[in-house]
């Protein structure tokens, strides 16, 4: 935070600097270096000041974000919450905190190695109660999970872009019961976990290139399960399908952070049935037999009910609202 706080500064110096060198040019005796200078002296200013607000709106996204903190949370940590917990994070944490996929949440993931932009580090942590869960009270795991909120109120760098602001108070709960339950399992290297974003993230940020997702306040609610589009819509956003085909399976877009895209798995699945899709999804191979290169491992995690769910979501008309 302080080296962007001094990049920040840096800036604001920079605009004080050449708008003071634009109002010397306008006031020059000879006319050239008035309107050379003039013109010159406008136009890096203006580039400055559009920096400045570029980096001053990512400083506040990313150190004044809005969430609420339920300091006296205490999850239960029954065995159905733990179940259910271990069902989750099996298909969609341990992507990420399990990298090596040896069974423990023991982090150490650089995901700023996948990315082709340098932003900073972005490590996973170790989620097992041998990592940060010692550091965290249940009340700022839920806070993390729901407002993307890190211990210090500013926002967890990678979290706060993943979907599970959506996931229901019963399955945030479940997922903390679930990582406190686990045993102790210290991370491979000790190098340090964590994310530090650096100022060149912030100003991406700031001008809207990495869109936070909107702060979800009060109670969260699934829908009730069954296999029906609704659900669906529910298990694809847990199983993270949504983040990386769009809100509406649709596909995205090729973008600075995954410059292959993603295509539309909805105009995929018209000419796919319930088993073939049940197939793709626990094989990892398409109906023609061509190979997924997508994480389908996790997905393939899910039981009959959900994966149901999901191809029903995936059937049902795309929705016009984006949430
Ligand atoms: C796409 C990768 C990715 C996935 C998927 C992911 N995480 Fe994380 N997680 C990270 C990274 C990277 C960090 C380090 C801090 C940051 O960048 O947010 C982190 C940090 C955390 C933290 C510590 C945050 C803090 O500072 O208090 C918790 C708790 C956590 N993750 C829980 C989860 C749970 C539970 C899931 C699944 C529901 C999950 N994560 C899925 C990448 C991921
Ligand atoms: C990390 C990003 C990512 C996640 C998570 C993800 N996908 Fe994909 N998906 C892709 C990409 C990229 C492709 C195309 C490349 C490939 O896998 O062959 C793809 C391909 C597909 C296809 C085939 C589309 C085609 O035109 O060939 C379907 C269907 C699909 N995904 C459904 C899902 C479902 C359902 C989930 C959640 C359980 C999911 N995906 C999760 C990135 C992702």
């Not at 903190?69 to 205490?74: G, Q, S």
């Not at 019961?177 to 100022?199: D, F, I, V, W």
Request: glycine share 10%; net charge neutral; aromatic share 8%.
């Amino acid at each position: 935070m302080l080296g962007n706080l001094v990049v920040l500064v840096i800036l604001i110096a920079l605009v004080a600097l050449f708008g003071w060198l634009t109002y010397r040019a306008i006031r020059a005796k000879k006319m050239w270096v008035k309107i050379v200078g003039g013109i010159l002296g406008v136009v890096a200013t203006l580039f400055f000041v559009a920096l400045t607000f570029a980096m001053g709106k990512g400083f506040t996204t990313m150190y004044m974000p809005p969430s609420t903190l339920d300091a006296n949370l205490k999850v239960e940590g029954t065995p159905e919450q733990i179940a259910r917990g271990k069902y989750i994070a099996d298909i969609s944490c341990s992507g990420c905190h399990d990298p090596e996929k040896t069974g423990a949440l023991v982090g150490g993931f650089d995901m700023s190695q996948e990315i082709p932009i340098p932003l900073g580090t972005i490590v996973s942590y170790n989620l097992t109660p041998a990592g940060v869960l010692q550091e965290r009270t249940d009340g700022e795991l839920f806070r993390v999970l729901r407002h993307g909120v890190t211990k210090d109120g500013s926002l967890s760098g990678f979290m706060s872009f993943l979907p599970y602001r959506q996931l229901s108070d019963e399955d945030t709960k479940a997922l903390i019961a679930y990582l406190r339950s686990q045993p102790p399992t210290p991370s491979k290297s000790n190098a340090p976990q964590g994310t530090q974003m650096n100022a060149l993230a912030l100003l991406m940020i700031g001008a809207g290139m990495f869109p936070i997702p909107e702060p979800v306040m009060g109670v969260v609610t699934a829908p009730a399960p069954g296999e029906n589009a609704a659900y669906g819509k529910y298990v694809a956003t847990f199983g993270e399908c949504r983040g990386c085909h769009g809100p509406q399976m649709t596909g995205a877009e090729p973008s600075a952070a995954d410059p292959a895209g993603v295509p539309d798995a909805r105009a995929f699945i018209k000419n796919v049935s319930r088993e073939q899709f049940f197939q793709m999804m626990r094989t990892g191979k398409r109906p023609d037999g061509s190979e997924l290169k997508m994480p389908w491992e996790n997905a393939s995690k899910m039981n009959d009910a959900d994966l149901g769910a999901l191809y029903e979501y995936l059937k049902a008309p795309a929705e016009t609202a984006s949430k």
